[in-house]
Each structure stands twice: as C-alpha cells, then as structure tokens.
T-cell receptor, first 114, second 112 residues
Framework: GEDVEQSLFLSVREGDSSVINCTYT??????LYWYKQEPGAGLQLLTY?????DMKQDQRLTVLLNKKDKHLSLRIADTQTGDSAIYFC??????????????FGKGTHLIIQP | DTEVTQTPKHLVMGMTNKKSLKCEQH?????MYWYKQKAKKPPELMFV???????INESVPSRFSPECPNSSLLNLHLHALQPEDSALYLC???????????FGPGTRLLVL
C-alpha cells in the first residue's frame, strides 16, 4: 500500500532556512502536498506540486521533487516563530476517475530556537 | 474564498448519545471528505463524497453515518460511540478532478 515517511522533529534557529524531507512509495502519486497544522487547529494547505514538475517556489517556500528517488522536500527561508507547527507531507494518486483521499506522513514538528 | 466551516468546534458526548457534526463550503466543490485525527497522529480518511454520492468508505464502523444533503453540506451522524472514538474530526473539500483539498478547523470530539 501507499506509505509516506517523514522525520518527526526538526529544530532550527530563527532566521535560518528549514528543510523538511519526505519520502513516498507510491509511484503513481499524481499530486504531492505540504500542509501546516498549528496546535488545536485544522490543516492549512501550504503548497502542492504536480508529479511532472521538479520544483515550485512560492514566496518563502520552495518545494523540490525528485521523482526517481520518490523524495519531496519543503524549504522555508528565513524561518520565523510563526512557522512553528507540524508539517504534513501528503500524496494522492488521482487518476482522473473521481475524488480520492490523501495519504499523509506522520508529520514533522518544526521547533524554532530564538 | 477557500473556507470550509465546521460546527461545533468542540463536542462532549456520552456513549448512548446521538449527535451530528456539520461541514459547509461555498467554493463550488463537488467532492467532500471526512478525516479522523487522533492526538499526535496524521489524519486518516474515513469517507469521500463525489457529486453528493458516497464513493469511498474506509471500513468505518456503522456508528459513524455520513450524509451529504446537497453540494455545500456534509454531515457526520454519531451514535453509540466509544471512548476510543475521541479525536479531531476534519472535513475537507475539493474539485472533483483536482485533488487539492481544503480543510476546515475540525470538531474536537470527546466521548465519555
């Protein structure tokens, strides 16, 4: 079955870049997503990348996709205290036939040191 | 507008109670989803509705009963729940054919 793996914790200093990594096993993954969840809150869509792309940039966020290695990363430039949250990598293998659910990684808890 | 709303925000219920969770979106999305998230775990898919019809049921116990009365609303009816059903219940919506799902803030459920 589908599997998405992430490291559980990442600690960075305020102002540095954060890089959160994710690996997935489903070679038919069509879309790959990054969601942010703050304590007690729902999931906020940060960005997504289609499987035929290898990079996407959106302001402080850069997503890199290595489809050969099934590796996805999220880089947050100039990390701020407000970036402290759990970041979930998720994938879908939507093939055009209808709606499908997302498979999530366990989430990476980003800790910001002052 | 990418807002999905959920009510109530918090719910405490006994094992013999019947309650309902509600979800609403006005983005014109025709796919809606229920996920369950236990503490310190990722969300797990429960149900998918596509064009108001149930298309995926991830072997969820019958004490959870989903309903999609129209394209903007999604309900989850709860009956005879167990304490282990305590969790954050998240609703999401998307276009059918575009899997970018937008999530609501969730309903935090406690079953006593």
């Amino acid at each position: 079955g589908e599997d998405v793996e992430q490291s559980l914790f990442l600690s960075v200093r305020e102002g540095d870049s954060s890089v959160i990594n994710c690996t997935y096993t489903d070679s038919s993954s069509t879309y790959l997503y990054w969601y942010k969840q703050e304590p007690g809150a729902g999931l906020q869509l940060l960005t997504y990348i289609f499987s035929n792309m290898d990079m996407k940039q959106d302001q402080r966020l850069t997503v890199l996709l290595n489809k050969k290695d099934k590796h996805l990363s999220l880089r947050i430039a100039d990390t701020q205290t407000g970036d402290s949250a759990i970041y979930f990598c998720a994938e879908s293998d939507y093939s055009g036939g209808g709606a499908d659910g997302l498979t999530f990684g366990k989430g990476t808890h980003l800790i910001i040191q002052p | 507008d990418t807002e999905v709303t959920q009510t109530p925000k918090h719910l405490v219920m006994g094992m013999t109670n019947k309650k309902s969770l509600k979800c609403e979106q006005h983005m014109g999305h025709r796919a809606m989803y229920w996920y369950k998230q236990k503490a310190k775990k990722p969300p797990e898919l429960m149900f998918v509705y596509s064009y108001e019809k149930l298309s995926i049921n991830e072997s969820v116990p019958s004490r959870f009963s989903p309903e999609c009365p129209n394209s903007s609303l999604l309900n989850l009816h709860l009956h005879a729940l167990q304490p282990e059903d305590s969790a954050l219940y998240l609703c999401a919506s998307s276009q059918v054919g575009q899997e970018t799902q937008y999530f609501g803030p969730g309903t935090r459920l406690l079953v006593l």
